[in-house]
């Protein structure tokens, strides 16, 4: 099966289908984006980008309310926390504290910017 994501304007992932992959192969049977984007638009109109669930496509699976980054071709997840910051190397959100102690169970509480104990 062959996942693409619906953007918006601003590139935020709306929603997220599953195609058979037939609909993506082209006449020597190889898959091409732009026939699953065709797909995807005659079925539902919108903007489409291919997306995979094992993250070959773009880095990860696109989920609803990732941000779609046309310069490094990735999806990128929603920020959880406003303290929190992307790193540019990996593109994932890092708290602004890190995590205390391994084996710990914690929390972020974004009112202290801190891990907390349960």
Same mark, same amino acid.
């Given at each position: 099966?062959?996942?693409?994501?619906?953007?918006?304007?601003?590139?935020?992932? %709306? $929603? #997220? #289908?599953?195609?058979?992959?037939?609909?993506?192969?082209?006449?020597?049977?190889?898959?091409?984006?732009? @026939?699953?984007?065709?797909?995807?638009?005659? %079925?539902?109109?919108?903007?489409?980008?291919?997306? +995979?669930?094992?993250? !070959?496509? $773009?880095? $990860?699976?696109?989920?609803?309310?990732? !941000?779609?980054? +046309? *310069? $490094?071709?990735?999806?990128?997840?929603?920020?959880?926390? /406003? +303290?929190?910051? @992307?790193? *540019?190397?990996? !593109?994932?959100?890092?708290? /602004?504290?890190?995590? /205390?102690?391994?084996?710990? %169970?914690?929390?972020?509480?974004?009112?202290?910017?801190?891990?907390?104990?349960?």
């Amino acid at each position: 099966m062959a996942n693409f994501a619906e953007l918006d304007d601003n590139n935020v992932v %709306l $929603r #997220v #289908v599953c195609i058979h992959n037939n609909e993506c192969l082209d006449e020597n049977g190889q898959e091409v984006e732009a @026939l699953g984007v065709a797909f995807c638009q005659g %079925l539902f109109g919108g903007n489409w980008v291919q997306t +995979s669930f094992n993250g !070959t496509i $773009r880095k $990860r699976l696109a989920g609803i309310g990732y !941000t779609y980054d +046309s *310069e $490094r071709d990735i999806f990128i997840a929603e920020k959880p926390f /406003p +303290s929190w910051i @992307l790193n *540019e190397e990996t !593109t994932e959100w890092e708290p /602004p504290v890190e995590y /205390p102690e391994v084996g710990q %169970l914690y929390f972020w509480n974004e009112d202290l910017v801190q891990w907390v104990r349960p």
